[in-house]
């Protein structure tokens, strides 16, 4: 494949994922209405994440001047065309231009490229600047450069800016460059890199020092690092999963390409870009293993294990490579029409394929018009879905949204930043999925239902009018 047709492919698919994301019927998910939020509250650090996904949504929201759900999510496809531009850069410049059209195809088409750029997320745009940083890396290891080491820093930064999970490289990378000689680069260089990125990181860093180091504990939260134990099917069920998020014979590829440099049959080149893939998805691996872990958590893999892979499949089965770009092109093809037809594709129990994506904007239009009757001008709720929804849905409306105040630290960026205030007095309109209860009063139930389709499906939601001081109280 030429590199013309390779860039042909990414055109092709950035294109229909643009135009089929204008009708797609899904609302936003708890963490992309969340992300959106921050973007509307711009810092260097969230209660989760570091502030980069902020900025660019804040940057596309402005530029069309709109907060629709359209324009959240086309930063994802518009990533991803850029991510694969840049890795067919690399393959061209580190392995040959005999590979540079079929990775950035391969790229392009992965399951996991797909999803994201329907649902946008972190990952969209760190595997972008990682891209970056591996591009510049690559060169460094070749020649000395000043202004190459500055753009690896710079990648590296904000890749960190993004997410943390860039740090997953770095045990990997480190091995490369003890144990394989072309994988080392100029100490000044080295440096430079180092320094740079540590610049560009600092401001989040320091963010964490003022704020409890909120997104670093909130990393260890989630990762249950205080509950180890042992999971071999958790550790499995991740591994596994990894045949799901790069398509079969693209982690295939990979793994075979490990089973050869432990037989000594690779060469320096295609032993660095293992070091920098594939001990991500083993941390990752035993992370789910002795804890818990997401599919996605190892995505860091994928931005040299797709070079790897697309080399190792020319190289020695061309077949399977045709075979890859076939199979995980036409599952891009067919996905975005699970959002588009949301509401009609059902499994056999009832519930919607796309079911976390449906009835969460309807529950925050349902509890506007309910205040409204009430003559409620706060809406409080004690459920993070529910609170992300409603700051988007509701952002046109006149209310004032707010979390239940926690009863400890926070859980969430709005019990953070947007708890109910001590000082508010009157009623206020309650929304949530458990009874409540006050000791000073009895809340006045204005309405409880069960959702029949959708996130809420199967759960009881509440909605009360009560005194504020009631949901002070633990």
């Known amino acids: 494949m030429s590199a013309r047709t390779g860039f042909l492919i990414i055109l092709a698919f950035t294109i229909f994922r643009i135009v089929t994301l204008h009708f797609d019927t899904t609302d936003l998910f708890v963490d992309e209405a969340q992300y959106w939020f921050w973007s509307q509250n711009l810092d260097f650090g969230y209660y989760s ?160 020092l003022q704020n409890n180091n909120t997104t670093v504990r909130h990393t260890q939260d989630i990762a249950h690092w205080n509950d180890l134990g042992s999971n071999i099917r958790g550790g499995l069920e991740f591994f596994s999963a990894q045949f799901g998020v790069v398509g079969p014979i693209v982690f295939f590829a990979m793994l075979w390409a490990v089973w050869n440099m432990i037989r000594g049959r690779s060469e320096p080149r295609e032993k660095m870009l293992v070091w920098l893939s594939i001990p991500v998805v083993l941390l990752i691996t035993l992370q789910a293993t002795v804890a818990k872990a997401y599919a996605n958590w190892a995505v860091t893999a994928y931005v040299a294990g797709i070079v790897l892979a697309v080399w190792l499949l020319h190289r020695l089965w061309p077949k399977g490579l045709r075979t890859s770009l076939t199979i995980n092109g036409v599952a891009c093809l067919l996905f975005p029409f699970a959002t588009i037809f949301a509401h009609q594709l059902v499994l056999p129990n009832g519930k919607e394929v796309m079911q976390r994506y449906l009835g969460r904007a309807e529950v925050s239009r349902e509890a506007a018009d309910l205040a409204a009757q009430a003559g409620a001008g706060i809406i409080v709720t004690d459920n993070r879905d529910m609170v992300a929804d409603l700051f988007h849905t509701l952002r046109a409306a006149p209310y004032k949204i707010y979390a239940r105040p926690p009863a400890d630290l926070p859980d969430s960026y709005y019990e953070q930043e947007f708890a109910l205030p001590a000082d508010t007095s009157g009623q206020v309109l309650f929304l949530t999925s458990k009874p409540l209860s006050c000791a000073n009063e009895t809340p006045e139930m204005l309405k409880s239902w069960q959702p029949e389709k959708g996130n809420y499906r199967g759960d009881t939601i509440y909605v009360y009018k009560v005194g504020a001081a009631c949901l002070m109280q633990p």
């Open 49 to 208: 994440k570091p502030p980069m996904i902020a900025w660019v949504l804040r940057i596309f929201t402005e530029l069309a001047r709109s907060s629709d759900i359209y324009w959240l999510r086309l930063p994802g496809p518009l990533f991803h065309m850029a991510t694969a531009l840049v890795l067919m850069k690399v393959a061209k410049r580190f392995i040959g231009p005999e590979i540079e059209g079929w990775v950035g195809a391969t790229y392009i088409t992965l399951p996991a490229v797909a999803l994201s750029s329907v649902f946008f997320s972190t990952d969209v745009i760190l595997l972008f600047f990682i891209a970056i940083a591996l591009v510049a890396y690559f060169e460094l290891t070749q020649r000395r450069s000043v202004g190459l080491a500055l753009l690896m820093g710079v990648g590296v930064g904000l890749a960190f800016l993004t997410k943390y999970a860039v740090l997953f490289l770095v045990p990997g990378g480190a091995i490369a460059m003890l144990l394989i000689p072309a994988a080392r680069i100029s100490v000044r260089d080295f440096v430079i890199a180092v320094v740079t990125s540590a610049v560009i990181a600092f401001p989040n860093l320091w963010w964490n």
